[in-house]
């Protein structure tokens, strides 16, 4: 299926930049310990979290690129702030 996505918007060949969002998507989503990764490094800042979100958008995944941004959002300003607070206290 996202292989005939790419062949409809472009029929003689996958450019390079198609390539890298497939195969991001496959190395981030492909397991739940994958996307566990990924969302603890989105997160804590071990990779831009905007490199999980662009093969999302890509694929057409907006439902889940909009969770994603959800949790990072959530995690970044509430979570954190709370860690925060409990220690600084």
Do not use: R
Request: with cysteine.
């Amino acid at each position: 299926e996202i292989f005939e996505e790419i062949h409809k918007t472009n029929d003689t060949e996958i450019t390079p930049y198609q390539l890298q969002m497939v195969e991001s998507a496959f190395w981030y989503f492909s397991s739940l310990p994958g996307t566990m990764i990924l969302l603890f490094l989105s997160v804590t800042g071990g990779i831009d979290w905007n490199d999980g979100l662009q093969p999302l958008f890509f694929l057409k995944c907006h439902v889940a690129a909009a969770i994603f941004f959800l949790y990072v959002s959530f995690m970044t300003f509430a979570l954190f702030n709370l860690i925060t607070g409990v220690f600084v206290e």
